[in-house]
């Protein structure tokens, strides 16, 4: 069974700090994504990656940015966190052909005080 | 743009009720489509998909989903549904022209059930 692992299901950062989000998968899918999920907003894309060191703005990529250095991880970096960041960010993977599913991680609740 | 709506987004329904979450999307083109479910405190898990073939497709926990091209249509049904349900579910679409694997998703429609 597909594992996405976030390092952290809880989280509580201060405005300005970098935030950095983690997540890792063990099935060897080549497409990776966050999103973060806002109550009546459902889930909204952030970034995606189709492969190690590729990267492609999602719909807010605004204040974020990402890294994939190897295909298992996939960093999710909050440059200057702001309160407006506080939110749900869920992981995701999937292969690469387009009908396959994705599969989510557990979430990591995010607070900037 | 492509994009999914879900008109509910609250449904309150007793045990044993008959349920059906709507869900309608814009594109023109050839569409994968999804119906994902996150119970609560857990993650999203997918609960049925359609590609191709057969419009009504049956997922899991009794759940099916009938796909209407002329409405551009992907809704939820269950014939009785339990408390067991209660979740928040989301309708999702991959268009196929559009890049790899990028999945819209609806706003979700959160399910309560009363025992």
């Known amino acids: 069974d597909v594992k996405v692992t976030q390092s952290s299901r809880y989280l509580v950062k201060r405005t300005g700090e970098k935030v950095f989000l983690e997540c890792v998968q063990d099935?060897?899918?080549?497409?990776m994504f966050w999103y973060r999920q806002d109550p009546g907003l459902g889930l909204r894309l952030i970034y995606f990656?189709?492969?190690?060191?590729?990267?492609e703005k999602g719909d807010i990529p605004e204040g974020y940015s990402v890294s994939r250095e190897k295909k298992e991880r996939f960093s999710l970096i909050l440059e200057s966190a702001s309160t407006n960041q506080t939110s749900m960010y869920l992981c995701a993977s999937s292969l690469e052909r387009r009908d396959q599913p994705q599969h989510f991680g557990d979430g990591t609740r995010l607070s900037i005080l | 743009a492509q994009s999914v709506s879900q008109h509910n987004h609250h449904v309150i329904l007793s045990e044993a009720a008959s349920l059906e979450l709507g869900c309608n999307y814009s594109?023109?083109?050839?569409?994968?489509l999804f119906w994902y479910v996150q119970y609560p405190g857990q993650h999203l898990q997918l609960l049925l998909k359609?590609?191709?073939?057969?419009?009504l497709v049956k997922g899991i926990k009794g759940f099916e989903a009938e796909f209407i091209k002329s409405k551009f249509s992907f809704n939820l049904r269950k014939p009785s549904v339990q408390w067991s349900d209660t979740a928040e579910y989301f309708c999702a679409v991959n268009a196929r022209k559009s890049s790899a694997s990028k999945i819209i998703f609806g706003s979700g429609t959160r399910l309560s059930i009363r025992p």
């Open positions: 594109y023109g083109g050839t569409v994968n």
């Open positions: 359609y590609f191709s073939g057969d419009p």
């Open positions: 990656s189709y492969d190690v060191k590729m990267k």
């Open positions: 099935m060897d899918h080549e497409n």
